[in-house]
């Protein structure tokens, strides 16, 4: 979820940069170029969301059990969801700035922008509560 939704904000990102300077674009050439940047970005930068959100979900399963937020009396569900929510968000920021200065540039061109890296951010937000719900649901067998 995390890396679809971030493929298709910066896909998105470019396109209306594209649309910016007056390049005609049809429906197709959207299509085209979503489903080419997907299949284009999945081996580096769906790799590199893949661990960041490996390691960011990992930090916050043991900050729920070390804190034990499982034995607060309000509702756990939306306190995970809240939880892993702020961790995928969190974590695709700190993976954005660190490949600046690492790479020396940004290689997500939908992430240079505020609103890019807002988007981006979304994207592991998303991933974020997706994985607390779908988590959380295998806790209850």
């Not at 390049?23 to 197709?28: F, G, P, T």
């Not at 940047?37 to 399963?61: E, K, M, N, Q, R």
């Not at 939880?83 to 490949?99: I, K």
Request: with cysteine; charged share 5%; proline share 1%.
């Amino acid at each position: 979820v995390g890396f679809l939704l971030a493929s298709v904000f910066h896909s998105t990102s470019v396109l209306m940069a594209l649309v910016g300077i007056n390049v005609e674009l049809n429906v197709n050439d959207w299509l085209s170029m979503l489903w080419q940047d997907a299949l284009g970005l999945l081996p580096s930068y769906g790799v590199i969301i893949a661990i960041t959100l490996l390691l960011a979900f990992l930090t916050t399963h043991f900050a729920i059990k070390r804190f034990n937020f499982n034995n607060v009396n309000t509702d756990m569900h939306s306190k995970r969801l809240i939880l892993f929510a702020l961790a995928g968000g969190l974590s695709f920021l700190l993976m954005l700035l660190a490949m600046q200065p690492i790479l020396n540039v940004t290689l997500i061109a939908g992430a240079r922008s505020t609103l890019g890296l807002l988007a981006q951010c979304t994207a592991g937000m998303c991933a974020g509560a997706v994985y607390s719900k779908l988590s959380n649901s295998f806790n209850n067998y």
